[in-house]
């Protein structure tokens, strides 16, 4: 079945260093969303990509969707305590009923 | 304009009990999707369902769980004799029309004994 990767786990960066995570799917995605979660607490939508080599800003966030539609990138620039948590990416299969498949999560603890 | 509502928040339950989870999700929202997660763990896809009627099952373990979405009320996940492996929180998330944003609920977080 389709697999959205998201390597490493865990990240740990200090407090104002940029912050680039991706995530890699096995098949041809028709979109992609990114949500973040922080500690206890719900996911949270953050954005949807769904245009081949698509690019969004949200403040100091850049989503990127490749070229491919097979993956997708998230940078944090000068990341700041408040950006601590778990951003999980989504994807959704070409043709498929709108099933999300999530990657496990990628964990950003920043040091302040 | 509400979000998404899940209760209980919390769930203690001693195994071999019933756990019921319910969902009520946005307004004018009318699919529904329920996810679980392990601590540590991502988000594991269970069930999609509209309003009566289950549209995507393929996550949903074969035995004691269950989920429906009545014409009128929340939508319901059942685990029936629950187990220590079944504790994890459990997300409903809704969405307006099939490919749109799903918006999630708060969990609820079941513990089994």
């Known amino acids: 079945g389709q697999q959205v990767m998201q390597i490493p786990q865990y990240q740990h960066v200090q407090e104002g260093e940029d912050f680039t995570t991706y995530c890699n799917s096995s098949?041809?995605?028709?979109?992609i969303q990114w949500y973040k979660q922080r500690p206890g607490g719900h996911p949270v939508f953050l954005i949807q990509?769904?245009?081949?080599?698509e690019v969004k800003k949200q403040k100091r966030l850049t989503f990127q969707f490749g070229e491919a539609k097979k993956n997708s990138s998230l940078h944090i620039t000068a990341t700041q305590t408040t950006d601590v948590g778990t951003y999980f990416c989504?994807?959704?299969?070409?043709?498929?009923?709108?099933?999300?498949?999530f990657g496990k999560g990628i964990t950003l603890s920043v040091r302040p | 304009n509400a979000g998404v509502m899940q209760n209980p928040r919390h769930l203690v339950r001693r195994r071999g009990q019933e756990a019921r989870l319910r969902c009520s999700p946005m307004?004018?929202?009318?699919?529904v999707y329920w996810y679980r997660q392990l601590p540590e763990e991502g988000l594991k896809f269970m069930v999609y369902?509209?309003?009566?009627?289950?549209?995507?099952e393929s996550g949903m373990p074969k035995e004691r769980f269950s989920a429906e979405f009545p014409k009128e009320g929340p939508s319901i996940l059942r685990i029936q004799q629950v187990v220590r492996g079944d504790s994890a929180a459990y997300f409903c998330?809704?969405?307006?029309?099939?490919?749109?944003?799903?918006?999630f609920g708060p969990g609820t977080r079941l513990l089994v004994l």
């Open positions: 998330a809704s969405s307006g029309l099939v490919s749109e944003t799903q918006y």
């Open positions: 098949t041809t995605l028709s979109n």
């Open positions: 990509l769904v245009k081949s080599g």
């Open positions: 989504a994807g959704e299969m070409t043709g498929a009923n709108s099933k999300l498949t």
């Open positions: 307004k004018g929202h009318s699919h």
């Open positions: 369902l509209q309003k009566e009627n289950i549209i995507d």
